[in-house]
């Protein structure tokens, strides 16, 4: 992140995060920034094309360069284009606007770590070269958004699968019933032979077919990014070698449904997946679905009840503009949603709350949770405030989320959410917004699920996706 900007010149929440009096929300500092840049505002324009040709713009401005404020030009440029990258995605940027601020956008993914980073796999995740253009207003292309239909068909016996950093998880499904599900602790992620991860899926969808008299279909979500059923980038697989991944892992899902004599076998991002279950169990469209588990995985179903082309790999997007934020282990980029949602999030947290005496430092992150979870459900109130905080920076997040996605309900699961802490996160979450943006507030509905759709819903969604031929 920029030093130009130090916290100090960035806007604190009205409700602090118990545990990060340094937390300095994006939405905020967005905000402020506009405010400061209505004053003397320079126009710019910035486009991210993808391969379907498919193009997300956007018009805004930066500060004229006579104005002190504008040494916070170049952050909130990066950071903008930053979410927009992992929450839309794209291999082309376009931008018009002055030439230092673009000279230096092309650096930024050129020389520095988390812009090469960004670059990088955004480059894997459409295999084509990421580059920056720039270019005058006349040659910005216009927005050009698609979605399709996802999921929703029950008819048949059906396979629902799910893999996760920690577990992997499979339902067997006859006409939207569940008649089998399953829960297996795994650590796909220093696995370099990818035939061990063939195995251990085939293992399960295997379990889950012996409760059925036979299949019609398979589906699954998988953390990561999935494209058109292929593998494109995923933490999953980061122990496998490139080579082995570009040859082996990237088809790995083709590979199965092979394996499967060729039924309909249909996977995409668990985040998705998400979305789609809680719009299947609200019986609403317009849902913004956020995973807390080993990662943060979001999804987004359209008001019209579709799905978008984008990305909605929210963990890179950054919520926090505190210099000296958490850094996300992957990425080396400060302030992303990963370090805020997620088991990462309750780890880091563990020893501002003062809990180092009560959950062992070397433990595992899943492992890590539990004791938190375990004093939790003991009342143990240095435990709550961990979820108090996770609460407010989620409040803050939903409304810089609400800047770039048309929802209607926000729906939060995911390992973190269990038990009383997600109660407390939901609350702490609806405060900030009646607090901070209470136009937010009265249109917007936060759900968690129920223990029914806990179990069940994420794998009725997933088993939903394909089209079967019955």
């Known amino acids: 992140m920029s030093s130009e900007y130090q916290s100090s010149q960035l806007p604190p929440p009205a409700i602090m995060p118990p545990l990060d009096s ?24 910035v486009a991210l094309e993808r391969n379907d040709s498919s193009v997300t713009r956007v018009d805004t401005f930066v500060v004229d360069g006579s104005s002190p404020a504008a040494n916070g030009n170049f952050l909130q440029l990066e950071r903008l284009i930053k979410f927009l990258l992992w929450s839309r995605g794209g291999w082309k940027l376009w931008f018009n606007g002055p030439r230092e601020l673009g000279e230096r956008l092309r650096g930024h993914y050129q020389s520095s770590v988390a812009g090469r980073f960004d670059a990088s796999l955004m480059g894997k995740i459409y295999e084509h070269p990421f580059e920056v253009v720039l270019a005058d207003a006349g040659e910005i292309p216009l927005g050009r958004e698609q ?19 920690s577990d992997r998880k ?25 035939q061990w991860h063939f195995d251990q899926i085939m293992d399960s969808l295997q379990r889950a077919a012996a ?12 953390a990561g990014v999935v494209v058109n059923n292929r593998i494109m980038v995923a933490s999953l697989f980061r122990g496998v070698p490139e080579a082995l991944f570009e040859s082996r892992v990237k088809n790995l899902f083709q590979e199965l449904k092979r394996a499967w004599k060729n039924i309909p076998f249909e996977v995409v991002n668990d985040g998705e997946v998400t979305a789609l279950a809680g719009a299947m169990a609200l019986n609403e469209n317009g849902v913004l679905g956020v995973a807390m588990g080993s990662s943060e995985a979001a999804g987004y179903v359209t008001t019209e009840g579709r799905i978008t ?3 909605n790999e929210l963990a890179f997007a950054p919520v926090d503009y505190n210099p000296q934020a958490p850094l996300d282990e992957w990425s080396k980029d400060a302030g992303c949603g990963v370090q805020y949602f997620s088991q990462q999030a309750v780890g880091r947290l563990v020893g501002a709350a003062g809990l180092e005496k009560d959950v062992k430092p070397g433990l595992p992150l899943p492992e890590r949770l539990v004791e938190v979870q375990r004093l939790m459900s003991r009342g143990d109130e240095r435990a709550a405030r961990i979820y108090q905080t996770i609460g407010v920076y989620l409040g803050y997040a939903v409304a810089q989320y609400a800047e770039f996605y048309d ?3 926000l729906l939060i699961l995911g390992r973190v959410t269990t038990g009383a802490g997600g109660d407390i996160i939901l609350s702490r979450a609806r405060e900030v917004l009646e607090k901070e943006f209470g136009e937010l507030s009265s249109r917007l509905a936060l759900h968690t699920p129920d223990e029914k759709e806990k179990r069940h819903g994420q794998a009725i969604a997933a088993a939903s996706l394909p089209v079967a031929r019955l």
Do not use: Y
């Open 22 to 45: 340094n937390f300095r929300p994006a939405i905020l500092a967005m905000r402020a920034f506009q405010a400061a840049a209505k004053e003397r505002p320079l126009s710019i324009q």
């Open 309 to 311: 082309q984008w990305l």
């Open 211 to 222: 409760h059925l008299p036979r299949v019609d279909a398979i589906g699954g979500s998988s």
């Open 170 to 194: 499979v339902a067997a499904v006859i006409d939207g019933k569940v008649v089998f599900s399953d829960e297996t602790v795994w650590d796909p992620r220093p696995q370099v032979d990818p």
């Open 147 to 165: 979605s399709t239909s996802l999921g929703r068909h029950l008819r048949g016996c059906r396979i629902g699968f799910d893999l996760g950093a």
């Open 407 to 409: 929802f209607r309900h």
